[in-house]
C-alpha cells in the first residue's frame, strides 16, 4: 500500500538528519529548514518518490490539494553530483504520485518537482543547458519539473522557469532570492509555532440575523414595488429602490440624504441578487464570526458597506440608483481571505481560500452589473473589498500568534453597537423619507404612461382620426382613450365609445397626479354622461356627471349644466 514515509527513515521533522553525508552547517540543510518553516514542507515523501530520494541529498514534500516534492543536491559538498534522473525518469515520478493530489471544480490538481542544485560560483554553460532541458510545465500531463540553482558565493539564484529570471531581472527578489542572500535565521526563528485559534466555534448569530434582515428587506419591497414588469425573478423597479434608500450620488450630495450610504445595503434588484449575495455572506460570516467574534464581524460588514458607498459615490454618474449588500459582503470576502493565513497551511486553508476567490475575483471584474434601471456595480465591489483586506491586514499584524483573539475588544465591541445603531438609525431615516420620495417616484413612473404632448397633433379632427398611430405605445393615457372615443363615435360604435371613457375613468391615479387641474376628467364625463343620456339612462348619467360638475372654468362642466344632470 502505498504511503508517505520519511526520506531518511527518520521520524525527526528537522532536516539536520536527513542526509549524514552533508555538514550539519550546510546551505543545504538551511534551505531545507526554510522549506520546512516558511513553507510548511515535510520529509514526509511518497514511497513513489524512493528514485528521486536516491539520487538527491534531500526531498521534502508539500501536500495541499496539490503535490510539491522538493529535491536538494549540495554540490559544495559533492562537487560532481548533479540530477542523473532524465525527464521522462522525473515525469514517471510524478505520474505515479498524483494519487495524492485533490480535485478543484473536478479538475485534477498537479504534482511539482522542484530541483535545487546548490554550488559555489555561476553556473556553467552546460548546467545550464542539462537543467533547462529538463524544465516542464505542468500542462495537460499534471506533472511539472522546475530546476533552481543557488550560488552562495555570490547569493544569487538562477531558475529555468522564463517568468522568474525575468522578475530577477525587473529587481523582483523572491523568498528564494532573501534566503540565499540575508543572513542566516536560527531555528527560533524559522520554526515559529502555529497561530493560536479559537477552541470554541461559534455559532453564526450575527451572520443569521444580517441574512433575515436581508429576506425582510426583500420582502418590503415586493409589498413597495409599483407592479410595473421589471427583469428577473422577483426584480424590483428603480424606483421603489430609490424610495426605500438606494445608493444614489445627487441625493446623497444635494439633498443631504447620507443615510443611503447604510441603506442601500439592504436593498436588491431581484432574487437572483439576493441569493449570490446571501451566499457569499454565509460563506465569509461562517468563518470570520468564529475566527473574529461577533462584533468584529459586525462592524467589518459596516465599513465594507460604506466603503462600497464610497467609492460608488465617486466613480458613478449621480443619476445611477445603486443597491445590494455586495460592498459590505466584498469586506468580508476580502477580510476572510487575509484571516486565513491565521490557519495552518493545509488542505482545510487551500479549500477555504479556494471558495472565498471563487465569489471574490468574478465581483471585482471591472464591468459593472446593470439590473433593470439601477445597477450594483464594480465601484462598490472594488470599495468594499479594499477597505476590508486593509482591515484584514490591520487585525493580523496587531494579532499576537499566542491569543485566540484579536486585541482592543472592548474598542470592536463598542464600534459594533455604533454600527448597529447606524444601521438602525438609516432604515428610520428611510422611513421617514419615503412618503415623498414615493409620491415622487409614482409621478415619474405616471409620466413613463403618458404620451408626448408634442406628439398629439393639435388639429383636434386630425388627432382623433390618427389616434391609433401617437397612442399606440400609451394605452393608458386617458386622452388617448378619449380621443379613440370620438374615433369609434365617427364609426356610431357606441358601445366601444362607452367601454373606452369607462376605463379612461378608471385610471384615478393618472388622472388625479398628471391633470390636477380636473379639465381632462369632466371632458370624460361630459361625453360618457351623454352617451348614456341618449341611451335612455338619466341617473347613471347623472352619477357619472356629479364629480365634473363643480370643475370651475370647464366648457364640460357647463354642457353638463346644460343637460340638467348636475341638479
Not at 283 to 310: D, K, N, P, V
Request: glycine share 8%; charged share 20%.
Amino acid at each position: 500500500m502505498s504511503e508517505f514515509v520519511d526520506a531518511s527513515g527518520s521520524r525527526d521533522e528537522r532536516p539536520s538528519a536527513v542526509s549524514n553525508r552533508l555538514p550539519s552547517d550546510s546551505f543545504a540543510i538551511y534551505l531545507a529548514k526554510r522549506l520546512i518553516g516558511d513553507k510548511q514542507f515535510s520529509e514526509r515523501v511518497p514511497t513513489e518518490a524512493a528514485e528521486l530520494c536516491e539520487r538527491s541529498h534531500i526531498v521534502l514534500s508539500q501536500a495541499h490539494l496539490a503535490l510539491s516534492l522538493s529535491a536538494i543536491i549540495d554540490r559544495r559538498s559533492e562537487p560532481k553530483k548533479r540530477f542523473a534522473l532524465s525527464s521522462a525518469e522525473l515525469v514517471e515520478v510524478g505520474r505515479a504520485c498524483l494519487k495524492y493530489t485533490g480535485t478543484i471544480n473536478g479538475t485534477k490538481m498537479p504534482v511539482v518537482i522542484q530541483l535545487y542544485e546548490i554550488g559555489s560560483g555561476p553556473l556553467a554553460h552546460e548546467d545550464r543547458v542539462r537543467l533547462m532541458a529538463l524544465h516542464r510545465l505542468p500542462g495537460l500531463k499534471k506533472v511539472g519539473v522546475n530546476c533552481v540553482y543557488l550560488d552562495t558565493q555570490n547569493n544569487t539564484v538562477w531558475s529555468s522557469a522564463g517568468l522568474g529570471r525575468l522578475l530577477r531581472r525587473l529587481g523582483y527578489r523572491s523568498w528564494l532570492d532573501r534566503v540565499v542572500a540575508e543572513p542566516r535565521k536560527g531555528d527560533a526563528e524559522i520554526f515559529v509555532p502555529e497561530a493560536a485559534l479559537p477552541q470554541n466555534v461559534r455559532r453564526p448569530v450575527a451572520t443569521i440575523l444580517l441574512l433575515a434582515v436581508l429576506l425582510a428587506m426583500f420582502v418590503v419591497e415586493q409589498l413597495a414595488k409599483n407592479g410595473d414588469r421589471v427583469s428577473g425573478l422577483l426584480g424590483v423597479d428603480v424606483q421603489t429602490l430609490f424610495a426605500l434608500g438606494g445608493m444614489n450620488a445627487d441625493a446623497v450630495l444635494k439633498q443631504g440624504e447620507w443615510f443611503r450610504l447604510v441603506s442601500a445595503a439592504f436593498l436588491h434588484g431581484d432574487a437572483f441578487h439576493l441569493l449570490l449575495n446571501g451566499l457569499a455572506l454565509g460563506l465569509a460570516g461562517y468563518f470570520l464570526e468564529s475566527m473574529l467574534g461577533r462584533a468584529r464581524f459586525i462592524g467589518l460588514f459596516f465599513i465594507g458597506a460604506i466603503g462600497g458607498s464610497l467609492m460608488g459615490l465617486w466613480v458613478n454618474p449621480a443619476d445611477v440608483v445603486s443597491v445590494g449588500a455586495s460592498g459590505a459582503v466584498m469586506g468580508l470576502l476580502a477580510a476572510s481571505m487575509v484571516a486565513s493565513m491565521r490557519l495552518p497551511p493545509g488542505v482545510i486553508r487551500t479549500q477555504l481560500q479556494m471558495q472565498i476567490l471563487q465569489f471574490l475575483i468574478p465581483s471585482l471584474i471591472p464591468l459593472a452589473t446593470h439590473r433593470q434601471e439601477g445597477r450594483v456595480d464594480f465601484a462598490a465591489h472594488f470599495g468594499g473589498a479594499m477597505v476590508g483586506g486593509l482591515l484584514g491586514l490591520v487585525l493580523l499584524k496587531t494579532w499576537h500568534r499566542n491569543e485566540e483573539q484579536p486585541r482592543f475588544q472592548r474598542a470592536t465591541q463598542g464600534f459594533a453597537f455604533v454600527s448597529v445603531a447606524a444601521c438602525v438609525l438609516s432604515l428610520y431615516l428611510v422611513k421617514q423619507h419615503y412618503p415623498t420620495h414615493r409620491s415622487t417616484a409614482a409621478f415619474s413612473s405616471i409620466a413613463d404612461l403618458l404620451v408626448d404632448d408634442s406628439a398629439i397633433p393639435s388639429d383636434g379632427s386630425l388627432a382623433v382620426k390618427e389616434v391609433d398611430r401617437w397612442g399606440k405605445d400609451h394605452p393608458r393615457d386617458p386622452r388617448v382613450r378619449f380621443f379613440r372615443a370620438l374615433s369609434l363615435l365617427d364609426e356610431k360604435n357606441e358601445v366601444g365609445a362607452q367601454k373606452e371613457l369607462t376605463a379612461a375613468l378608471a385610471e384615478h391615479e393618472i388622472l388625479d397626479r398628471a391633470f390636477p387641474d380636473h379639465k381632462l376628467e369632466a371632458g370624460i364625463r361630459a361625453l360618457l354622461s351623454e352617451l348614456l343620456l341618449q341611451q335612455g339612462n338619466r341617473d347613471e348619467a347623472r352619477r357619472a356627471a356629479q364629480p365634473a360638475c363643480s370643475v370651475s372654468d370647464s366648457s364640460a362642466s357647463k354642457r353638463l349644466h346644460e343637460l340638467h344632470l348636475c341638479d
